[in-house]
């Protein structure tokens, strides 16, 4: 098993471009999360999906979307990056008794 | 609102000391109550988890934390602590009953002596 897949590893953004993150899970977890992490602030959610079907925003959703394209799939969309959003981005399932995350995605905005 | 208090941001220990990690929690249902480890670059690993039933759970690499409902404390320990445990140790919270909200403390970065 995969675990928790995430893509790109690393990404460079110009201020003002989009890009998509992706993240999949192959353990039929119904829980996904997307977290940033950041120096000395610990790791932030900035949106969750509790099911299918489902998002809600957690504390820092601003100057990001989601969409939970299926059980497996929970991508991060970045509509305008902004340097304020050169972080490093973390995605999770969770089950009950699990949760398991990503390698990360090391994303810089210039 | 919930939150996840970890209040030491830095703790230095000699090889071979013991070790606490402190972590409170606040919110009136009962939590999940995670502990994870994460490695200079690298992502997230599960140290241990407590759901329910008995209030000192062990984990893996010789971790174990106690679950405090009246102090609203999930503290970390380690009896004696090796040099590869230096690295940053996160504190988390779950809660079912808002929808699977899951979240983490600011982290306490460990350094070991020799």
């Known amino acids: 098993n995969a675990g928790v897949t995430q893509t790109p590893k690393f990404q460079v953004l110009k201020t003002g471009q989009s890009m998509t993150l992706q993240c999949a899970q192959d353990?039929?977890?119904?829980?996904m999360y997307w977290y940033r992490q950041d120096p000395g602030m610990g790791l932030r959610l900035i949106y969750y999906?509790?099911?299918?079907?489902?998002?809600d925003k957690g504390e820092v959703p601003n100057g990001y979307n989601v969409s939970r394209l299926n059980k497996r799939e929970f991508s991060l969309r970045l509509e305008s990056a902004a340097p304020s959003q050169t972080s490093v981005y973390f995605c999770?399932?969770?089950?009950?008794?699990?949760?398991?995350f990503g390698q990360g995605t090391r994303l810089t905005v210039v | 609102a919930q939150s996840v208090t970890q209040p030491d941001i830095h703790i230095t220990v000699s090889e071979g000391a013991s070790l606490e990690l402190r972590c409170n929690y606040s919110?009136?249902?009962?939590?999940?109550l995670f502990w994870y480890v994460q490695s200079p670059g690298q992502g997230l690993q599960l140290l241990l988890k407590?759901?329910?039933?008995?209030?000192l759970v062990q984990g893996i690499k010789g971790f174990e934390a106690e679950f405090k409902r009246s102090q609203s404390s999930f503290n970390l320990r380690k009896p004696s602590v090796h040099w590869s445990d230096a690295a940053e140790y996160f504190c988390?919270?779950?809660?079912?009953?808002?929808?699977?909200?899951?979240?983490f403390g600011t982290g306490t970065s460990l350094t070991v002596i020799p």
């Open positions: 999770a399932s969770l089950e009950n008794t699990e949760a398991f």
């Open positions: 353990m039929n977890h119904n829980s």
């Open positions: 999906s509790a099911s299918e079907g489902t998002t």
């Open positions: 919110y009136g249902a009962t939590p999940y």
């Open positions: 407590y759901f329910s039933g008995d209030t």
């Open positions: 988390a919270v779950g809660y079912r009953i808002t929808g699977n909200q899951f979240y």
